[in-house]
């Protein structure tokens, strides 16, 4: 009777340890796909001298997905176009999302398969922002 306990308890015992391996490699792999360097955890203060700097569009250092979250919270609904050029300056030339007025190159998708991009695409009645949303190609 004894060994027929102990050796529950140990197959007990190691079924936990392995569950408890498993969480914390979850808990890590999660965070990994969280902060990928473009990421939630690598989120800054909107900053429009940053947003319109070329140098720091582009890798490494895309700035502006790493701020993007931070401008949609301000809602730019509302704002002149002549605000918003002064706010975020030209938009990209792009062919993509031509039924939005104005489209700004954000950076590499966000998250652990990011193979596309985000984009900020902008649409105006009379001058005046009436959408700004959050794209994908």
């Not at 596309?116 to 700004?132: H, M, N, P, Q």
């Amino acid at each position: 009777m004894n060994r027929i306990v102990v050796r529950v308890a140990l197959l007990v015992s190691f079924c936990g340890g392995v569950l408890l391996v498993g969480w914390i490699a979850a808990a890590c792999f999660w965070q990994s796909v969280r902060c990928d360097g473009v990421g939630e955890c690598d989120q800054i203060p909107f900053d429009p001298m940053a947003w319109q700097d070329e140098d720091q569009v582009r890798p490494p250092a895309y700035i502006r997905i790493r701020m993007i979250d931070d401008l949609m919270h301000r809602n730019i609904r509302g704002m002149r176009r002549s605000a918003v050029d002064a706010l975020l300056g030209p938009p990209t030339d792009t062919d993509h999302f031509r039924e939005y007025d104005y489209v700004y190159w954000l950076g590499p998708e966000r998250g652990l398969l990011g193979v596309d991009s985000e984009w900020l695409g902008i649409k105006f009645d009379r001058d005046i922002v009436v959408e700004a949303i959050l794209l994908r190609d």
